[in-house]
């Protein structure tokens, strides 16, 4: 069974993946959250790692299958910008 998502991605990764849950592209994403395109990029490239799905598709996907419990926790929580 695959970790929960708060045990496996920091808060940081965690918001930005919400957001591309959203249907967010990375332009959309940065400005939600006032980072850098390049910071969002490499939250999403942590995330595909440490999920060992292959995209953002998959990651998604898994998120949705393998972690609706725990993803819905963590939706109730904090959705605050970063701080800058």
């Given amino acids: 069974m695959k970790p929960r998502i ?17 249907g967010l592209n990375n332009r959309a994403i ?9 910071t969002v990029e490499c939250h ?3 995330a595909l ?3 060992g799905c292959r995209n953002r ?3 998604v996907l898994w998120l949705i299958s393998d972690q609706g419990p ?3 926790r963590l939706a109730a929580g904090t959705m605050q910008p970063m701080p800058a």
């Fill in 57 to 59: 598709l998959d990651l």
């Fill in 44 to 46: 999403i490239s942590r």
């Fill in 49 to 51: 790692r440490k999920s």
């Fill in 6 to 22: 708060p045990n496996l991605l920091t808060p940081a990764e965690q918001r930005v993946v919400l957001l591309l849950l959203e």
């Fill in 70 to 72: 725990a993803l819905n």
């Fill in 30 to 38: 940065a400005q939600r959250l006032v980072i850098s395109h390049r």
